[in-house]
Structure formats: structure tokens, C-alpha cells
T-cell receptor, first 115, second 110 residues
Framework: DQQVKQNSPSLSVQEGRISILNCDYTNSMFDYFLWYKKYPAEGPTFLISISSIKDKNEDGRFTVFLNKSAKHLSLHIVPSQPGDSAVYFCAASRGELDTGNQFYFGTGTSLTVIP | SQTIHQWPATLVQPVGSPLSLECTVEGTSNPNLYWYRQAAGRGLQLLFYSVGIGQISSEVPQNLSASRPQDRQFILSSKKLLLSDSGFYLC?????????FGPGTRLTVT
């Protein structure tokens, strides 16, 4: 059962425009959410996170929005750059503190930024 | 700083052969360790996680097994590989609510 879903397998955006990647989850116990970026043949790298006590977290060109009532989060990249082309994974867990909790990953969205 | 190593980077194995993938972490002690698999067209599937030496939790029934013989060493094994075992295998460790991934091993079972 996929508890974290990314319904768009791919997304293409023009350079300089906004990229919006979406993620939905089903488990209301999740309270910590992360986005990872992955290039081919490499391990994912942490991008940005958000705790359920917030509805927005910003880091440079990257902003994550959380809508707890809708169990939905999104990653906004503004402005998009060709180097942002990668697969983006959404992940969720039941605790920000490291207690050995599982991290549940979505299936990923492949972003292509067109120069 | 912490570093995670995985080897080999790529591996081609025939069906029915054994498998051993190794992961080691440097710069931290008593990390939580994870094995994931990314199959073609799929997300990251958690296979095993470990909160300490000799403590392994399996998430998916399969012909794979994991062991943690030392604090910072995590091994993924199989006695007989299946075609469906092909994929990109990732080791990860976690701290402070974040997971950090190794470079991965591309396994092709022929």
C-alpha cells in the first residue's frame, strides 16, 4: 500500500519558470516531510523538509508547502534552472527526531527544465 | 563529517548466483541504517532497516537478507538471485530526522 504518492511521473518546465511538484499522503500520523533530489546512478540527496507544525518552509529557490487537512504537500522551484533536472522524491515519516522510524517514499517525479 | 560508502558501484550477476552488497558509514556511531531498492519505473522501496548491531527489520518478503555485523556496517545478501532482483540498491543512514544516501549499486541479474 503506497502511503505517499506522487501522481505525476514527469514534468517539463521552461527555464526561468516555476516548477511545482506535488505529493499526497494517506497516513494522518505522518508529521515530518522531506524532498529529495536524485540524479541518475546516484543516491538521493536531501533538499528541504517541513514539520507538520508549519505550512511553509523556504530555502533559496525551493519552497515546500504543506496542507495537512488535504494531506498534500508541494515543492516549488523558482526560477527553474536546467541543473534542476532530476527525479524528485517526496518522503514522510512519523517523527522528526531520529528514533529509527521508517521513511515512506513516493514513486518520484522526473523534472526536465528546458533551456 | 559523516560519509557512507557502498560497493560495488555496478554488478552483473547470473540468475541463481549469490549476492553480497556492503555498506559502511564513517563519522558517526550507532546510526540507523537502511537498504532501499529502486526498480525501473518505481520509487524507493524500503527493504531492511537496522537500529543496532544484529537488529534487522524486514519490510518486504523476498529472497534477500540483511545483516549488521558491526555498528557501521550493513550487508545485503542473497543466496540465489532472481531476475526481479535487478535494480538500483541504496544504503542510507539517518540522523535528526533526515536520511543520507550512499552512491548506490546498480545490479543487473541476467
Amino acid at each position: 500500500d503506497q502511503q505517499v504518492k506522487q501522481n505525476s511521473p514527469s514534468l517539463s518546465v521552461q527555464e526561468g519558470r516555476i516548477s511545482i511538484l506535488n505529493c499526497d499522503y494517506t497516513n494522518s500520523m505522518f508529521d515530518y516531510f522531506l524532498w529529495y533530489k536524485k540524479y541518475p546512478a546516484e543516491g538521493p540527496t536531501f533538499l528541504i523538509s517541513i514539520s507538520s507544525i508549519k505550512d511553509k518552509n523556504e530555502d533559496g529557490r525551493f519552497t515546500v508547502f504543506l496542507n495537512k487537512s488535504a494531506k498534500h504537500l508541494s515543492l516549488h522551484i523558482v526560477p527553474s534552472q536546467p541543473g534542476d533536472s532530476a527525479v524528485y522524491f517526496c518522503a514522510a515519516s512519523r517523527g522528526e527526531l531520529d528514533t529509527g522510524n521508517q521513511f515512506y517514499f513516493g514513486t518520484g517525479t522526473s523534472l526536465t527544465v528546458i533551456p | 563529517s559523516q560519509t557512507i560508502h557502498q560497493w560495488p558501484a555496478t554488478l552483473v550477476q547470473p540468475v541463481g548466483s549469490p549476492l553480497s552488497l556492503e555498506c559502511t558509514v564513517e563519522g558517526t556511531s550507532n546510526p540507523n541504517l537502511y537498504w532501499y531498492r529502486q526498480a525501473a519505473g518505481r520509487g524507493l522501496q524500503l527493504l531492511f532497516y537496522s537500529v543496532g548491531i544484529g537488529q534487522i527489520s524486514s519490510e518486504v518478503p523476498q529472497n534477500l537478507s540483511a545483516s549488521r555485523p558491526q555498528d557501521r556496517q550493513f550487508i545485503l545478501s542473497s543466496k540465489k538471485l532472481l531476475l526481479s532482483d535487478s535494480g538500483f540498491y541504496l544504503c542510507a543512514w539517518s540522523v535528526g530526522g533526515r536520511q543520507y544516501f550512499g552512491p548506490g549499486t546498480r545490479l543487473t541479474v541476467t
